[in-house]
């Protein structure tokens, strides 16, 4: 009997859906959890400043950039389940170049583990567009928060923890998470995907697809959403730990702070359900303008450095609402023809952030201090805000079945005579 049905599923293997990419996400949410407290804090005290870890940053955002850019193509060319094995094999070799200590190669080991990032994140979205109907997609990105939440809420706290009692630890951690990724990846045999054709069409050029994406101002919104949302999360994670170290607050209480902030995740399916009845561009606004105003906060902590803390965590609450429902404007406007470059294109939102935040702190370092690159955060935020207002209204409200109208509430007849006259 056993037999038959594991002889049954190798040969037809059920169809990937939503609980599969949950655990994909809560595992590559282990090993990213694990390190992200720890790369600015290796940086800090190798290169000494908050300027030179900004730099060390930017560099890491351009090269994942151009990169991302790149993934389409080599989609073209490799099997897409051999290109997620490719990123998940460099989700281990980052942090085994980062076992080896010094900032050099811990400057390296953060920008194999950035690579790898935007290879797996690419292709998963192409997967999640090809295995998960469009009503499904809010359903599908609160479930893996919530199967995320457990991991980046434990994560950075238990990661300063390792690394300041055995360097190698919190490393070795993260290659065992990025095992586990990469066996779960071929239990679930996701394939290479539905192959989805275009007619008498030839296959274009991934960086042409950059053209459609400019004419479609829906993708411009969405993708600007996902920038300056990764932005915020950039200012908190990064920045906060620094600003701790340098007011005397030590280097764990940033860490601290973003694991609790991280908890939250585990309420993202009742975020998703509140922004339903009043729709996306309600919901992307608030949250952008809230996160604003707690950001513009933690700009006058110079005078009580606890009120970093503070406001960057009540900000937070607002950054995991983005999280909950401000992917949905551009997964709903993406053509299925399009689904694995638009997926470049999209994922290059991680990078362009990695180069926004750190190079707009590096420039602002240099005239003020970083509670003045606090306040220029929520400037930012602020801003995005107001473009959110361009959405329409009733994008992402939950539809009720159509109805015909009550008879009484029709208009009267108009009878032949009348019509005449």
Request: aromatic share 16%.
């Amino acid at each position: 009997m056993i037999y038959r049905n594991v002889s049954v599923w190798l040969r037809h293997p059920p169809v990937p859906g939503i609980q599969g990419f949950a655990v994909l996400a809560g595992l590559e949410a282990g090993m990213r959890g694990v390190l992200s407290s720890v790369w600015p804090l290796v940086l800090y005290h190798g290169l000494g400043s908050a300027s030179a870890v900004s730099l060390a940053y930017l560099l890491v955002g351009f090269v994942a950039l151009g990169y991302g850019m790149l993934v389409p193509g080599l989609g073209r060319l490799v099997p897409r389940r051999w290109l997620y094995t490719f990123g998940a094999i460099l989700y281990a070799i980052g942090p085994a170049l980062g076992i080896m200590g010094g900032s050099t190669l811990a400057f390296f080991a953060m920008m194999v583990t950035a690579l790898a990032g935007a290879t797996v994140f690419i292709c998963t979205n192409a997967y999640i567009m090809d295995y998960i109907a469009r009503h499904d997609l809010g359903r599908n990105e609160t479930r893996k928060m919530v199967y995320s939440a457990i991991s980046w809420a434990a994560g950075p706290v238990l990661g300063v923890w390792m690394w300041k009692f055995w360097h190698p630890l919190p490393f070795l951690v993260a290659i065992g998470f990025a095992v586990a990724l990469l066996s779960t990846f071929w239990f679930l045999r996701l394939g290479n995907g539905k192959l989805i054709s275009r007619a008498r069409a030839p296959a274009p050029n991934p960086l042409a697809y950059l053209g459609r994406f400019f004419r479609q101002p829906r993708l411009i919104g969405g993708w600007l959403f996902a920038t300056i949302r990764s932005f915020g999360w950039w200012v908190y994670i990064v920045y906060l730990p620094i600003f701790c170290i340098e007011n005397g607050l030590g280097d764990q209480v940033g860490s601290f702070a973003y694991s609790a902030s991280n908890l939250m995740l585990l309420g993202s399916p009742f975020m998703l359900r509140w922004m339903q009845p009043r729709g996306l561009r309600f919901g992307v606004r608030f949250a952008f303008w809230a996160a604003a105003f707690f950001f513009l906060i933690t700009s006058v902590a110079g005078y009580w450095p606890p009120l970093a803390v503070i406001g960057f965590f009540l900000g937070s609450i607002f950054l995991v609402m983005l999280d909950a429902f401000g992917s949905l404007p551009f997964l709903l406007a993406v053509r299925p023809a399009e689904r694995t470059e638009m997926s470049a294109v999209y994922a290059s939102y991680r990078d362009v952030s990695g180069i926004l935040a750190p190079g707009a702190a590096w420039l602002v370092l240099l005239v003020m201090p970083i509670t003045g690159f606090f306040a220029v955060s929520a400037f930012g935020l602020f801003l995005t805000g107001m473009v959110a207002g361009r959405m329409h209204p009733k994008l992402g409200m939950k539809r009720s079945p159509v109805e015909p109208p009550e008879p009484a509430n029709l208009p009267n007849p108009v009878s032949p005579t009348a019509a005449a006259r």
